[in-house]
DNA sequence: TCTGGTAGTGTGGTCAGACCACATCGGGAC
DNA sequence: GTCCCGATGTGGTCTGACCACACTACCAGA
């Protein structure tokens, strides 16, 4: 069940079961799977360091260079952070920041083809508008039963920022990547912030040459804004339905508006 | 704009603007980087060879170790395929199997904390439901516009293998992760396939253990069964709200047997 | 005693070079 | 013509060696 980091092709149900010959061990899945057991058994959780690169390699009796390469995997995977020099904050240490990781992927995944940008923008479309539903109904029951309501603070000093008239356009599309992704952390689900962020940067790029496109940067932008504003009323007023429609419209109107045809 | 494969701090708008001090470019980085701009650029694309280890180290000026590095995240990124040997099977290959990238990471980000079941399992709904009711908004316009409906029947061939009577729990469950896979895969969305595969792995563990909790095996499998019918008849009935509730239901309430309470 | 610098130590980051197993291809031997 | 076997080049792995860095501990001087 450990065994499957690289390969794990999607759609093999019966992979796991019953394997004729083991397809040749390699020393570096060995370290993940070490590390990732750990984990599991919880003798390793965030904030922990890992063993030294060379403690390690002796202790499973592989070279340095492999275990330097199960590492990187999971430096790029977001679940270590690295530090030469000595002392507490040197070594290998647990960390869990997902966003990085989702946002290699995706961005890598779009430049080789795996992942057609409007399947990225649909996506999109179904996880925003589920967070602006789902913070609207978490306003709702906060008032029912005055629990705390969702802190949209964050995403509305987001929104101030944005009101600045002397942003460049890259500027405020950095701005408005940050309100989106407070949104998500505002819903508190780390999955969804993490694959939202991973999405995001799997666009930018587009993102950023439909600029090019937009004849009347000022009036879009005053668009865009009022648009923001209207979905946090929306959430706001514990409006589910106006909040879902609000920011599916908002995100397929940019894409429209550029050069990308959702086709919702 | 290509730089932050692996730091990218997930909400920091600004980051990119403007860098005090370069925090030391990594070998391995500069390898990533170049495959990525070749692969934005059109340079290479899926089905390509990379060039050799030793020729791109020494094209790029860095050890082969590191060169060795970049090329192992690519390959659990789901970017490469790498064999040994010679001819035209042999060496790194451009490929696109997002799934097993997203699998890794998912899982491991379990492991380490940073993604609670429940949210994967809320994740999972909000997907799911999206996908269903797309499906089945599909086979409504194929009626109405004569042209090709989802094909189902990959679906639907799963769903005749799960009732077998002989297959044990966790072969049921390896179908089922299957069926719903195929669902998203019916749907035609790379990205939510590839996120669905990873969702699933992320919290197979957790299925599994919930097994044990189940205490009449029989009744269930049953009920799981009738379940997956009843969400195939909607999509074909192109009932989207139905699907969308059913399969809703379906989900949530395994969950609610084994021991996860998803809170929806 | 306090202060300041300095050598020591262990960390990750990188490189070079050496093997190995493997798969293919090409040139013989038959 | 057929078959076999070495040459070749690939990734996979290991070893050993540096380097820069950051912290630690020590020691000399005030």
Redesign the pocket.
Known sequence: MLTDVAAASVAAPFDELGEPSPPVP???QAVLEHVETQLVEGTLAPGDR?P????L?AEL??????V??A?RVLEVLGLIR???????????IIISTPGGGMSALMRLQVAARGFPVADIVRTRLILESSVAADLADAVDTARAEHVDAPDLTAAERLLDAMDSPELSPPEFLALDAAFHLALAEASGNQVITATMAGLRSGIEGYALAGLATISDWAATSTRLRREHRGIVDAIRAADAAAARTRIHDHISGYYAETFIDPAH
Not at 52 to 55: C, I, L, M, P
Not at 61 to 66: E, I, K, L, M, P
Not at 82 to 92: C, Q
């Open positions: 390699r020393a570096w890992l030294g690169e060379r403690a390699s009796g592989v070279g340095r260079s492999s330097r390469e590492l690295t530090h030469a020099g000595s002392g507490p904050n040197a070594g290998a």
